[in-house]
């Protein structure tokens, strides 16, 4: 089976070639849909550097990836192609090689995330090291948690500080020496942007979530935080079910997010309020030898 690699200059490009079959599996494809259509929405939000490709059989789409520096490189393999995986791999490390020689990580779905991993190490003389292990999730239907106290409301120019803070917080504990952490200026777009809320108890914020990403049909969630001293109270279930049923509300078809599969409290907790396990993720970090 031959296939052709289509490199592209934009976000825009990159969706016009790929958008139609990545939007049929939105949750599964969040991450290489979801970057371009962040870009597409933000043009201010475009990194210079990025790098976009797809694979072709024919006129069908067999793969893709992208990167946005300093981010790792994002990978897809179209399940109609997982027997010429290792080929269409092949196909997309080698450009990404030659797009930017300095690759510092590969994040995708699982095995296709592993095996960019395993061809980079000898292509590049380096060592890969699994960070992250990822699951994505979606809901459909909100099932209610028991009641916790408190309640829901959208955050305000004034939690600012709060909010810079507790997402700096989540990366340290969740994605801990991944690049590309929260940037406190688009974190101010976003606040602005009504993208965060905040449940509140006795008048103080103690869980937070956020909207990530606006896909074609449905919206993923992230990064969602409760500080430690207000844990096991029942905040993340209830704030998070809250903005989801905001979401489906408002007309949107589905949820999404991500669990740390290394944290098996958080999996749970999402799964007891509708979310539905649907794929998992791999993130692996590149080092010279």
């Known amino acids: 089976m031959s296939f052709v690699l289509r490199r592209y200059a934009t976000a825009e490009a990159f969706l016009a070639a790929a958008l139609g079959v990545l939007e049929m599996h939105e949750t599964a494809n969040n991450l290489i849909l979801g970057v371009p259509l962040n870009v597409r929405a933000h043009p201010e939000r475009a990194e210079p550097g990025a790098w976009y490709v797809t ?5 069908r789409l067999a793969g893709a ?3 946005t520096p300093p981010h790792h490189v994002v990978v897809h393999v179209e399940d109609a192609f997982a027997a ?3 080929a269409i791999v092949a196909l997309l490390l080698e450009d990404a090689l030659a797009a930017a020689g300095d690759l510092n990580g590969v994040n995708g779905r699982v095995p ?3 095996h960019v991993a395993q061809a980079w190490a000898p292509a590049a003389g380096g060592r890969a ?3 992250t292990r ?3 999730f979606e809901l459909r ?3 209610p948690p028991p009641a916790a106290p408190g309640r829901l409301r959208a955050a305000h120019a004034a939690d600012a500080a709060l909010i810079i803070a507790w997402s700096h917080a989540f990366w340290d504990e969740v994605m801990g020496d991944d690049p590309g952490g929260p940037d406190d200026a688009r ?3 976003r606040l602005e942007g009504g993208d965060y809320f905040l449940w509140e108890d006795q008048g103080a914020p103690v869980c937070l979530v956020a909207r990530s990403r606006i896909m074609p049909h449905g919206v993923t969630l992230g990064p969602i935080y409760t500080p430690p001293h207000a844990r096991g109270r029942g905040f993340a279930a209830n704030c998070t079910a809250a903005v989801s049923q905001l979401f489906l509300d408002a007309g949107w078809a589905y949820c999404a997010l991500f669990t740390d599969l290394d944290n098996p409290v958080s999996n749970h907790v999402y799964e007891k309020i509708g979310y539905q396990p649907v794929c998992d993720y791999a993130d692996y970090h590149f080092a010279a030898v």
């Open 187 to 189: 974190i101010q777009q």
């Open 65 to 67: 990836a992208l990167r």
């Open 112 to 114: 296709w995330s592993e």
């Open 134 to 136: 990822l699951r994505a």
């Open 141 to 143: 239907a909100v099932l």
């Open 84 to 86: 010429e995986g290792d």
């Open 55 to 59: 694979v072709h059989n024919r006129d």
């Open 129 to 131: 090291r699994l960070g």
